[in-house]
């Protein structure tokens, strides 16, 4: 049983509002560098907790379902978020350390 169907719901809300937020500045970013559109992989994984939420919806009014299923479902959402975060953003890792070995060296 889910503990607070109403957290969870705002949970699941604050990543779906994050995902819809990051797959606009991916597509608009991979506009500009001509990458390929990974960014629908971030509509993908919003669908895919809208299901997960109805399906929260559903165990927690009916008291049926699988835990298993709910935490699948969440699990599948997020790895695709990730996959296509790492497409989008991984190339901000090396900016950030390239900067600070940058000052760190400057300073010797």
Known sequence: ???????FLLGISGFIILYV?????????????HLP???WLYYISILVL????????YQYSAEKGSDDM??????IGNVLAVAASYKYWWWLKDELWNKKDKREGSNE
């Open 1 to 7: 049983m889910i503990p607070g169907y109403g957290l």
């Open 21 to 33: 937020v990051l797959a606009h500045l991916s597509a608009r970013m991979g506009e500009g560098l």
């Open 37 to 39: 559109g990974y960014y």
């Open 50 to 57: 809208v299901v997960a939420a109805l399906y929260g919806w």
């Open 70 to 75: 709910l935490l699948i479902l969440l699990i």
